[in-house]
């Protein structure tokens, strides 16, 4: 397991965007894969990306796949969450996982979690 720390979140008009931040402790990070996930007002969370370990593929959710970007800095320990062209439907808790193993978009399979940060989309 590793300790994860969000950061980034926020309330921003439609269309606009947002960089979510995941910080990790660890020597041995880029070995883990991590995903995001949200969670909705009233509904079950869902998966919204993960990036694979050591190579850094990645891997959307469709109904985010042509507005984010999962991207990651290992010097950093961190992972991010490019969000354009925010819509109202964005507004979630969005929360960062990791694994130490291959990439995957199923919540069972990381042991690790953040904190959750807000994301606010007002129309």
């Known amino acids: 397991q590793v300790q994860l720390v969000e950061s980034g979140g926020g309330l921003v008009q439609a269309g606009g965007s947002l960089r979510l931040s995941c910080a990790a402790s660890g020597r041995t990070f880029s070995s883990y894969s991590v995903a995001w996930f949200r969670q909705a007002p009233g509904k079950e969370r869902e998966f919204v990306g993960t990036i694979n370990r050591i190579v850094g593929n990645t891997w959307h959710a469709d109904s985010v796949k042509d507005r984010f970007t999962i991207s990651r800095d290992n010097a950093k320990n961190t992972v991010y969450l490019r969000m354009n062209s925010l819509k109202p439907d964005d507004t979630a808790v969005y929360y960062c996982?990791?694994?130490?193993?291959?990439?995957?978009?199923?919540?069972?399979?990381?042991?690790?979690w953040g904190q959750g940060t807000q994301v606010t989309v007002s129309s």
């Open positions: 996982a990791a694994r130490l193993g291959v990439w995957s978009n199923r919540e069972t399979d990381f042991d690790s």
